[in-house]
């Protein structure tokens, strides 16, 4: 029996990832190394998230700079530069080029490659298409980046299909075989729904190493300029304690270019979550907090833990 056994693993495992435990745990398997800080590392999956406006794309474009440069950013150290692709599925072309001249201050660094949709001549890039994601895969093999960034899905991914969670399932098994296969780090931009979790699916956050919240903070003082907000860990599955606790982040520009500051700060609170917190007193369920606010229960279950 043993015999058949070992040669159906010998002939089939590899291919099917089928292995007896202590031949899995020989396997050579690299460590995952840092990209950027505690959560941005090889083969990893990352959503960030936020309502419009609220400044998800300058802090994505300037933390793709600052790993093309291998320069520091916010609070995190960076190790070499490491070539990077941003996908703008919506920006016009220009304000694309201002900001990225903006928050190098002047100097884009060359292993930054942009693909702005908007420019293209032949509209490819929607990516619950197979012909999209095939197109992807050919600029991702000829360019061989270490992070790729898609901004955002709802541009990027149609939301006629946004709310049905198995036009995800050919998505999500692309990111895993891009992580997998291809060891990229692979970071989605997102907007916010109602509620303030993001939008659509819950499917979206399944596969996710990594899922960051960016909520609004009030402006204290100043011209009120640029961009504050909360940058908030809802899923961090290989780093804890100090670096998964929220920072607050502010982007200011002065004649030397763009300045980003961040610092840690407590949890965030909404007005949401003080009303969910107080219907709880008056006896509600969660699940019926949900429908009086119009969010979904995960969204409550975090309210309710951060009120």
Known sequence: MDSELNEYLSEWGERLGLYRGPDFQALPLPERTRILGPWLVEQSLTMVYAERGLGKSMLLLGMAIAVAKGERFLTYSAGTPQRVLY???????RELQSRLVLLSNGTVPDNLFTVSAPHAFDPWADLNDPFGRTQLDDIIRNLKPKVVILDNLSTLMPPKRENEADSWVEMQHWLIQKRT??????VLVHHAGKGGDQRGSSMHEVVLDTSIRLTKAPIEGGTGEG???????MKNRHFYGDDAKPMLVELTTNEAGAVWTAKP????????QAEA??????????????????VGLGSVNRMLKAA
Do not use: N, W, Y
Not at 87 to 93: A, R, V
Not at 181 to 186: E, F, I, M, N, S
Not at 265 to 270: H, I, L
Not at 284 to 294: F, V, Y
């Open 87 to 93: 996908i703008d599925g919506e920006m016009p072309p």
């Open 181 to 186: 296969r291809d060891g990229l780090a692979v």
């Open 227 to 233: 961009a504050r907000f909360v940058m908030q860990f």
């Open 265 to 272: 700060c407590s949890e965030p609170s909404t007005e949401k």
């Open 277 to 294: 917190k107080a219907l709880q007193q008056q006896g509600l369920s969660q699940r019926q907090i949900a429908e009086k606010l119009g």
